[in-house]
């Protein structure tokens, strides 16, 4: 999992509450478990203007001017600022997937759906709460000024606007220990290495009846 220390980027504004994760990434695109190929079909329903099928060329559908996501203006976003309650519904992990693959790295949002808030952090995707109040003002910053950019700063927990004012935001220790190390929970079992090969090993002289053998003749 990628390391997540500072970041700086361009916001891109999604001015919904209530966004769920089929409209983060669509239940037809949910067929492979493989966690790549999701970014493209981020957004789908409001990002083209036809139905999207797994296996269509994205290159040839009709984008929606409209959306944020295709205006020039937001092009290379990797933060993203929502509204109120953002990610509920089903609880599938391809939407913090397919937000990571199109290029986001943190979401700021007033609130989030519980277990999409939990998988963000298992998926190096940074989801920070502010106030509704303080969101609103970065709403107004960003649609006033093209290019508008912040700069997160994890180990001081901080969010630092282009005007220089830095917003605070609270973050488990646990949860920023792992971001901060580039560990997902695979990592973090892989730190024990050590001591599971040896109650591994320690198993195994115990019970040696348990080990693994050939069958007679080869079979």
């Known amino acids: 999992m990628q390391a997540f220390t500072t970041h700086k980027g361009i916001v ?11 409209l983060i990434i669509p239940k037809q695109f949910l067929k ?3 966690r790549s190929g999701f970014g493209p079909n981020l957004f789908d329903e409001l990002r083209y203007l036809d139905h999207g099928e797994p296996g269509m060329d994205n290159s040839k559908r009709p984008l929606n001017p409209d959306f944020i996501l295709n205006q020039p203006r937001y092009k290379g976003a990797s933060i993203l600022l929502a509204r109120k309650n953002f990610g509920c519904g089903s609880s599938r992990e391809h939407a ?3 937000l990571d693959q199109y290029g986001f790295r943190a979401i700021i949002a007033p609130s989030y759906a519980d277990i999409f808030f939990n998988n963000s952090f298992k998926n190096g995707l940074l989801p920070i709460i502010l106030s509704e109040l303080e969101v609103a003002r970065l709403f107004d910053e960003v649609k006033a000024f ?6 997160i700063d994890l180990e001081r927990q901080v969010v630092i606007a282009q005007d220089g004012r830095e917003i605070g935001f609270d973050i488990e220790p646990f949860r920023k220990h792992c971001l901060v190390n580039g560990l997902d ?8 290495a050590d001591q599971i090969r040896a109650f591994e090993a320690a198993h195994l002289a115990r ?4 080990e693994a053998r050939p069958l007679a003749g080869g079979r």
Do not use: F, H
């Open 12 to 22: 891109a504004p999604l001015d919904r509450e209530n966004v769920d994760t089929d």
């Open 32 to 34: 492979s478990i493989k």
């Open 96 to 98: 913090p997937w397919a």
């Open 146 to 151: 093209v290019g508008y950019q912040l700069r």
């Open 185 to 192: 929970d695979i990592g973090l079992t892989l730190q024990k």
């Open 207 to 210: 019970y040696p009846w348990l």
